[in-house]
C-alpha cells in the first residue's frame, strides 16, 4: 500500500518553470515504477511521463520531450516533475501515479496508486 500526495503546482508564466513533487508514504516505494499524468477541463486524463523503479529509465510524451524531466529519490520516497518552458496548453491537474512494477507503462489503468492531483495553470 503506498499514498500519494502531490504539491508544487500553481500559476506559471509560459517559458517558465515549475517543480511538481509526489510524496509518497510506505517503506516499499522503490519497489514502484511511477507516473505523472494530466486531466484539462473536459478530456480525458493522458500520461505525461513514467520512471522505472531505480530511476534507470523514463518515457515522455511527445509533446513534452524536452521540457519536462521525470525524476526520484528514493532515499526521500518523492518523484518530481521539473516543467520547463511551459505552453497554456500544458493547463491541467496534474498527478501522480503508482504500480508495483519494474518496467513502464502509459496506461492509466496500469497503476494501482494516485494522488488527489495539484493544479497547473500556465498563463501565456
Known amino acids: 500500500q503506498v499514498q500519494l500526495v502531490e504539491s508544487g503546482g500553481g500559476l506559471v508564466q509560459a517559458g517558465g518553470s515549475l517543480r511538481l513533487s509526489c510524496a509518497a508514504s510506505?517503506?516499499?516505494?522503490?519497489?514502484?515504477?511511477m507516473g505523472w499524468f494530466r486531466q484539462a477541463p473536459g478530456k480525458e486524463r493522458e500520461f505525461v511521463a513514467t520512471?522505472?523503479?531505480?530511476?534507470?529509465?523514463?518515457y515522455y510524451e511527445d509533446s513534452v520531450k524536452g521540457r519536462f524531466t521525470i525524476s526520484r529519490d528514493n532515499a526521500k520516497n518523492t518523484v518530481y516533475l521539473q516543467m520547463n518552458s511551459p505552453r497554456p496548453e500544458d493547463t491541467a491537474v496534474y498527478y501522480c501515479?503508482?504500480?508495483?512494477?519494474?518496467?513502464?507503462?502509459?496506461?492509466?489503468?496500469?497503476?494501482?496508486?494516485w494522488g488527489q492531483g495539484t493544479q497547473v495553470t500556465v498563463s501565456s
Open positions: 501515479a503508482g504500480r508495483i512494477a519494474s518496467g513502464m507503462d502509459m496506461t492509466t489503468t496500469a497503476y494501482r496508486y
Open positions: 510506505g517503506r516499499t516505494f522503490s519497489g514502484y515504477a
Open positions: 520512471i522505472t523503479p531505480n530511476g534507470g529509465s523514463t
